[in-house]
């Protein structure tokens, strides 16, 4: 009876977290099914071919881009000092690091205001600083979404051991050729899926991109100026062409940062 008791259990524990699981999934899937389902194909076709949605879409894809790959060259040796070592003060940096997740969008472009915008020392050596500007754009989505560059890469590094290192640095390797030949090509795919994740979130970011630089227009602010003017059907044409794109190149790129199948036993054998 005990071992029946404990089976029924743990099948309701089990159907209770699959439950919790599926109603979660609907979650996501329910809204932007419902988005792709109202969209007649007259209207998307009609934002497929409309320069100005193309013209943004162009713009928020390459600004992410841009701002993901410059951040990737100061953000992956962080994150590997980060992942090796231990110092005073490493925990404040590690929560420097999380606090533009935790700011309000909104607040973080006012903040950068202050250091790219016209009125500021930046503004005042280069004329109207970064405002209204795809550089300014770009800052704006690297302040926002570096956080899940580092962390991802660091999150790498820290899987890679550090016997390996250690064993390249004894044979005479420096320590650049150790972190090029070593620390780097194991940890790529954790690097891969954080540039991924920046660049998404570069992509869908709103409230400091349209403090730095309403025009030119990225999708999402294109978006919302559309829902405003013209309702709910002109908008959301321009939102499924956006996700549409993004989800194809977002699944593509996490198909390559894929982690590799595990051999089966029967594969050994052979």
Not at 12 to 22: A, R, T
Not at 70 to 87: H, M, Q, S, T
Not at 168 to 194: N, Q, V, Y
Request: hydrophobic letters at 55%.
């Amino acid at each position: 009876m005990t071992d029946r008791g404990s089976a029924r259990r743990n099948i309701w524990f089990e159907l209770v977290l699959n439950l919790l699981g599926i109603g979660l999934l609907f979650f996501i899937i329910v809204p932007l099914a419902g988005m792709l389902l109202a969209t007649s194909p007259s209207d998307f076709a009609q934002a497929a071919t409309d320069r100005e949605v193309l013209v943004s879409i162009r713009l928020t894809l390459l600004c992410a881009l841009s701002a993901t790959l410059v951040a990737a060259l100061g953000g992956i040796p962080l994150a590997y000092l980060l992942a090796r070592k231990r110092f005073p003060g490493r925990s404040l940096i590690l929560a420097i690091i999380d606090l533009p997740i935790i700011i309000p969008h909104s607040a973080a472009g006012i903040a950068l205001l202050t250091v790219v915008g016209r009125n500021s020392l930046f503004g005042r050596l280069f004329g109207q600083g970064l405002m209204g500007t795809a550089a300014g754009i770009a800052v704006a989505m690297a302040f926002v979404s570096l956080p899940f560059l580092i962390n991802a890469a660091r999150e790498g590094f820290s899987s890679v051991p550090e016997r390996l290192e250690r064993a390249a640095r004894t044979l005479g390797a420096s320590p650049a050729r150790t972190f090029f030949t070593i620390s780097l090509p194991l940890s790529w795919r954790s690097i891969l899926s954080g540039m991924i994740l920046m660049w998404a979130r570069g992509i869908s970011e709103f409230g400091a991109v349209i403090i730095i630089a309403y025009h030119p227009m990225t999708t999402p602010i294109l978006i919302f100026q559309r829902f405003n003017d013209f309702g709910l059907r002109y908008a959301r044409s321009a939102a499924v062409l956006l996700v549409l794109i993004s989800v194809a190149i977002f699944v593509l790129l996490r198909y390559i940062a894929r982690p590799p199948r595990p051999e089966t036993e029967g594969d050994d054998c052979a």
